[in-house]
Nanobody, 123 residues
């Protein structure tokens, strides 16, 4: 599975962005999908994940209520809608795919990774 993330950019605090991650190479529907992010000088961290049916979703506390993950298996694409953005959301955002049937929060559960898209939130 190849993953291509897009949609990053520069936005003011309080604004919104929508990230997309398109999968190619093999069937997408059997994979749980996650978004992770890495801020400058920090470790990469879990943001959110969704199982392959879209029936189970988990969010990190830092983004709960502001970010929404969704997926369209027919389009092999997972989305991350980010609202009420804060400067501390500035990071490179990575999408990843896991063969697990459950929603995983650990990076080691994900075997395919996209190249990342940069989100910069100005104050």
């Amino acid at each position: 599975v190849q993953l291509q993330a897009s949609g990053g950019g520069l936005v003011q605090a309080g604004g919104s962005l929508r990230l997309s991650c398109e999968a190619s190479g093999r069937s997408f529907s059997g994979y749980a999908m996650g978004w992770f992010r890495q801020a400058p000088g920090k470790e990469r961290e879990f943001v959110t994940a969704i199982n392959w049916r879209g029936s189970s979703i988990y969010y990190a506390d830092s983004v709960k209520g502001r970010f929404t993950i969704s997926r369209d298996n027919a389009k092999n694409t997972v989305y991350l809608q980010m609202n009420s953005l804060k400067p501390e959301d500035t990071a490179i955002y990575y999408c990843a795919a896991s063969p697990s049937l459950r929603v995983g929060v650990l990076q080691g559960e994900y075997i395919y990774w996209g190249q990342g898209t940069l989100v910069t939130v100005s104050s």
